[in-house]
């Protein structure tokens, strides 16, 4: 993904402030007591920095009618927002299902399915979630899969994704998140930033019924820059291929391979007017 410059406006919250509710302590211990603490197999395991993010993000959500939770893993978040009875039904969606996938109330209904190709009604449901699955799905799901959760919900979508990502991202993750990124994909949505060491989280809520969310109560609005060595990383990465087209151009002296040449050339000026354009007034 290409970040632009753009600097965004985010509420910011740091993780080691916020706790774990008493929902999410239930659900926890429900997990814990089937498959221990740690589990042998880690796959889709909540750690105690996503109970606390889970948590804030419930705080947030508006009751009643009908939920949507996409990307569902093994059901913690669900089986959080089943036991508070606050919605008509709980709607878990995967992809796949996870070893661990559980279902402790009867309010959640499972469905099987790609974020690409949500079977559901155009502004089916109330509200959407989507935590910590956008990073995870490749270039040909992003952009559609976006417009899915947007096409089902009629009010409230809710979706979290790691921000700034330290290098090397984690495995598993196909795309890093820079605040060009976020203006560009969700221009109209409310940020908070939940800062934490090596991987931030950024929540994004829109609302697709043309509401306002409320003022947040807590923490303070900060204005978030590009990542700088990111962008100066980009740079070296198209310096390095320029010496490269210019070593190769320089072997190809042979009339016969002056056609050749000339195409170098070309994608040696492009990538050369790539640079300018990153490094404005040099």
């Known amino acids: 993904m290409q970040a632009s410059e753009a600097a965004?406006?985010?509420n910011r919250l740091n993780v080691s402030d916020l706790v774990s509710s008493d929902i999410a302590d239930r659900v926890r211990e429900r997990y814990e007591e089937e498959f221990g603490e740690p589990p042998e197999q880690p796959g889709g395991w909540y750690r105690p920095a996503d109970w606390k993010r889970t948590?804030?993000?419930?705080?947030q959500l508006r009751p009643g009618g009908r939920l949507?939770?996409?990307?569902?893993?093994?059901?913690?978040f669900a089986n959080m927002l089943a036991s508070t009875e606050q919605w008509d039904s709980v709607t878990a969606l995967d992809h796949t299902r996870f070893g661990k996938y559980r279902e402790y109330f009867d309010r959640i209904e499972r469905t099987d399915a790609s974020i690409v190709k949500l079977p559901f009604d155009d502004d089916h449901f109330d509200v959407v979630t989507c935590m910590e699955v956008l990073e995870h799905v490749p270039d040909d799901v992003f952009l559609p899969g976006i417009a899915e959760l947007r096409r089902?919900?009629?009010?409230?979508?809710?979706?979290?994704v790691p921000f700034q990502e330290q290098e090397?991202?984690?495995?598993?993750?196909?795309?890093?998140?820079?605040?060009?990124?976020?203006?560009?994909?969700?221009?109209?949505g409310r940020l908070t930033l939940l800062t934490?060491?090596?991987?931030?989280?950024?929540?994004?809520?829109?609302?697709?019924?043309?509401?306002?969310?409320?003022?947040?109560?807590?923490?303070?609005y900060v204005k978030i820059e590009p990542d700088s060595t990111a962008h100066?990383?980009?740079v070296a990465q198209l310096e390095t291929r320029i010496a490269q087209l210019e070593a190769?151009?320089?072997?190809?002296?042979?009339?016969k391979a002056i056609k050749a040449a000339n195409a170098l050339g070309n994608a040696l000026r492009a990538v050369e007017g790539r640079v300018r354009a990153l490094r404005p007034g040099r």
């Open 8 to 10: 965004i406006a985010a």
């Open 55 to 59: 948590s804030f993000v419930l705080e």
């Open 68 to 76: 949507l939770d996409v990307g569902a893993g093994a059901g913690q």
């Open 152 to 160: 089902v919900c009629r009010g409230q979508l809710v979706m979290s």
């Open 168 to 188: 090397p991202i984690s495995k598993g993750h196909l795309r890093r998140f820079e605040p060009g990124d976020i203006s560009a994909l969700f221009p109209d």
């Open 196 to 220: 934490r060491p090596r991987m931030p989280w950024m929540i994004i809520e829109e609302r697709l019924d043309g509401s306002v969310p409320p003022p947040p109560e807590r923490g303070e």
């Open 232 to 234: 100066e990383r980009e």
């Open 248 to 255: 190769k151009a320089e072997r190809l002296s042979s009339r």
